[in-house]
């Protein structure tokens, strides 16, 4: 990392020297193998000025960088740390401790992944389909169709050979013997009617829903005991102890790895010793939260420093006068302001959504 620091300042210092030759380049006469590259120049005072003073703010970003990796140790030296990470099996759990190698936790058992593929064999099925709805004379769905069977039969056929529990394991059957059905009738048919698309979606619901809590329960169950088992093996560090999980904007709320951190970090902790941390993909690597949560920690004592409060920086640091802005603005454009409740630095209420309301709250309240 260093070295490619050092040599990315290298050639930026290299291509101001051979720009400010071009500006001399008649005068001097260079050679020519400085031909294509050479030429003149020009830059105002003011532009200059101007980049002058944009440089400080890149350059910001990069001793950042070369702060955080101090920084990060010197977190990692007295606190322990437990990062929940979004993973297509269920979670994955790190915890680093004072001078040890990092301990992962145990997967979650393999049948969550089963009733998982299961459940999402009929999402997926949606995909193919869902473009050629009452739509005969296109047959372009038909090969995926006809290779996502095969797929789904030769899935359907091991079943039983699985680990999962029997009394599950039926639901799944039933499951893959109607996807397998319906796939069939569309393939004989050579169309896809929205109103077999529909017949098909009401069969497999109840069915889906079934799979869906399995899984639910038997994730909830393993992290439960595995984040248990870290509190009482810390002891008292746990106090001291940090955690953060990931998550995408779909999976904000009662999202999972958090809520079951929550349980045993408890309601003063949130947004302090536990963070929930938005990403723009599923998956992130451990490396990639600890920088922000060392990050977020490190802010932190950067707005005690200079404006006197500890959690000013976990929130939009100019959002407090943008929100004034917005409201002049809209006095002036005759509009009534719409914002959320303005709260306080370092509140400890959820990180998602927590205004009740009317409506379904859950899969189970969907009719």
């Known amino acids: 990392m260093q070295r490619d620091s050092l040599l990315s300042r290298y050639i930026y210092a290299t291509s101001i020297v051979l720009l400010g030759l071009g500006s001399a380049a008649s005068a001097q006469g260079l050679p020519s193998y400085m ?59 790190i915890l680093y401790r004072p001078g040890m190698a990092p301990l992962e936790a145990p997967s979650v058992p393999i049948v969550y992944q089963l009733l998982k593929s299961v459940g999402h064999s009929t999402m997926a099925l949606t995909e193919i389909v869902m473009p050629y709805l009452d739509n005969a004379a296109d047959q372009s769905w038909r090969s995926s169709m006809a290779a996502y069977r095969a797929r789904m039969k030769s899935a359907l056929d091991g079943l039983d050979a699985t680990p999962i529990p029997a009394d599950w394991r039926d639901n799944s059957r039933i499951i893959l013997e109607n996807n397998v059905a319906f796939m069939d009738d569309c393939l004989a048919k050579g169309s896809i009617s929205f109103a077999a698309l529909q017949e098909f979606s009401k069969k497999q619901s109840p069915l889906l829903k079934r799979n869906i809590a399995w899984a639910a329960q038997t994730q909830v169950g393993h992290w439960m005991k595995v984040i248990g088992e870290w509190k009482t093996m810390l002891g008292s560090d746990w106090e001291k102890t940090y955690a953060a999980s990931n998550t995408i904007y ?19 902790a949130i947004n302090d010793r536990l963070m929930l941390i938005e990403t723009i993909s ?6 990639d939260m600890l920088t922000s949560l060392t990050r977020i920690i490190a802010d932190r004592s950067v707005g005690a420093l200079f404006f006197g409060n500890y959690h000013l920086m976990d929130y939009e640091l100019m959002g407090g006068d943008a929100r004034a802005a917005i409201i002049a603005e809209d006095e002036k454009r005759g509009m009534k302001a719409f914002l959320p409740p303005a709260v306080p630095f370092g509140s400890k209420q959820w990180p998602t959504l927590i205004t009740p309301g009317s409506g379904p709250t859950s899969l189970a309240d969907v009719q």
């Open 250 to 268: 779909v999976a904000r709320q009662n999202n999972i790895l958090f809520s079951v951190l929550a349980q045993y970090f408890g309601p003063e």
């Open 35 to 93: 031909g294509p590259i050479e030429g003149r120049t020009v830059s105002s005072p003011a532009d200059t000025a101007t980049k002058n003073v944009l440089v400080l703010n890149s350059m910001m970003f990069e001793l950042y960088d070369d702060a955080a990796r101090v920084l990060q140790a010197n977190m990692l030296s007295k606190h322990p740390v437990i990062l929940g990470l979004f993973s297509g099996a269920g979670g994955r759990f």
């Open 282 to 287: 599923f998956t992130t690597t451990p490396d």
